[in-house]
């Protein structure tokens, strides 16, 4: 099932977050980016509506944490916690900080 629509290779960064449950509401996760704390392939983003591709690395403070994460595919919904996760590959899995 071929998908190419121009429209559909990418996706908006506060709806990426929400669709993959790093926020638990738009608004959340319009504020996560107004702060300035984001990152998207290196850049710092303080636009909710940046627009994010598949491949790309994004850098997300998570509570205490700091998560860096690829997208592998766009998600179409926001779904289940397991439909989200299989989106994305953890990269700071081994990272000691």
Do not use: N
């Not at 449950?21 to 909710?48: C, E, K, N, P, Y």
């Not at 403070?61 to 690829?70: A, H, K, T």
């Not at 926001?78 to 000691?96: F, I, K, T």
Request: aromatic share 4%.
């Amino acid at each position: 099932m071929p998908d190419h629509p121009g429209a559909a290779a990418s996706i908006r960064l506060d709806k990426l977050l929400w669709y993959l449950r790093f926020a638990r509401s738009r608004g959340l996760a319009q504020a996560m980016v107004a702060a300035g704390h984001i990152r998207l392939d290196g850049r710092r983003v303080t636009r909710a509506s940046a627009a994010v591709h598949a491949g790309a690395t994004l850098v997300l403070p998570i509570g205490e944490r700091i998560e860096v994460i690829r997208l592998l595919s766009l998600p179409r919904r926001r779904g289940p916690a397991p439909e989200a996760q299989a989106c994305y590959v953890r990269l700071d899995g081994a990272a000691a900080s």
